[in-house]
């Protein structure tokens, strides 16, 4: 079964700086689907960024990057000029190739931005 | 937009109690889920759906059971609750290119 861990349960950055979120998988398939979810307090959980496995150039959406390492099985993210709306619980979701297969999703990060 | 409607955002049962978690979503998407938050453990599945009347277990489906008689609505169903239930619940429908999930504002419940 395929299985998403998130290595920092909390993260700390100052406003205006930049922070990296980690994340790795274990999966033995080769066309998937990885994303990063957003969820702000008591705030329904929302889609940061997506990234198709089979595309080797990184995502982007603004001030969200990936940097997505298939060999190796990582999917970071990466938050430029952070802002004190970014505080929220980030998770990691992987989902197989087949629009029937479900998502799993890493345990999170919670990320406080100081100002 | 997307939305994806959660009746309530905060219950209170007690211990043996049925308890009923409604999610309504206006995109037509024929897949939804279920899913527990628990902090440490993120979003654990519980059930999804992939049609009317079809119903599929998660990884975690006991204690729990699911309706889905139309295809805006998926139910979530806990026949006599316990306080291992206690959680954050979060109904989600499928859509998009990437098939990614949009998720309702969950449903805080706490069992006595």
């Known amino acids: 079964a395929q299985t998403v861990t998130q290595s920092q349960p909390e993260m700390s950055v100052q406003e205006a700086e930049t922070v990296t979120l980690s994340c790795t998988y274990d999966?033995?398939?080769?066309?998937?689907?990885l994303f990063w979810y957003k969820q702000p307090p008591s705030r329904q959980m929302i889609l940061v960024i997506r990234?198709?496995?089979?595309?080797?150039q990184n995502a982007t959406e603004n001030r969200f990057s990936v940097n997505f390492q298939k060999a190796a099985k990582s999917f970071s993210l990466k938050i430029s000029d952070s802002q004190l709306g970014d505080a929220a619980m980030y998770f990691c979701?992987?989902?197989?190739?087949?629009?029937?297969?479900?998502?799993?999703f890493g345990a999170g990060t919670r990320l406080t931005v100081k100002p | 937009d997307v939305k994806v409607t959660q009746s309530s955002r905060y219950l209170v049962k007690r211990t043996g109690e049925k308890v009923f978690l409604e999610c309504v979503q206006d995109?037509?998407?024929?897949?939804m889920f279920w899913y527990r938050q628990d902090p440490g453990l993120g979003l654990r599945l519980i059930y999804f759906?992939?049609?009317?009347?079809?119903?599929e277990k998660g990884d975690i489906p006991e204690g729990y059971s699911v309706s889905r008689e139309k295809k805006e609505r998926f139910s979530l169903i806990l026949e006599s609750a316990s306080t291992n239930q206690t959680s954050m619940y979060l109904c989600a429908s499928k859509g998009g290119r990437a098939g990614e999930l949009f998720f309702g504002e969950g449903s805080r419940l706490t069992v006595l």
């Open positions: 979701a992987y989902r197989s190739a087949g629009y029937n297969n479900d998502m799993r």
């Open positions: 995109m037509d998407h024929e897949n």
């Open positions: 990234q198709e496995a089979y595309k080797q």
């Open positions: 999966t033995s398939e080769s066309d998937y689907y």
């Open positions: 759906s992939y049609d009317v009347k079809m119903k």
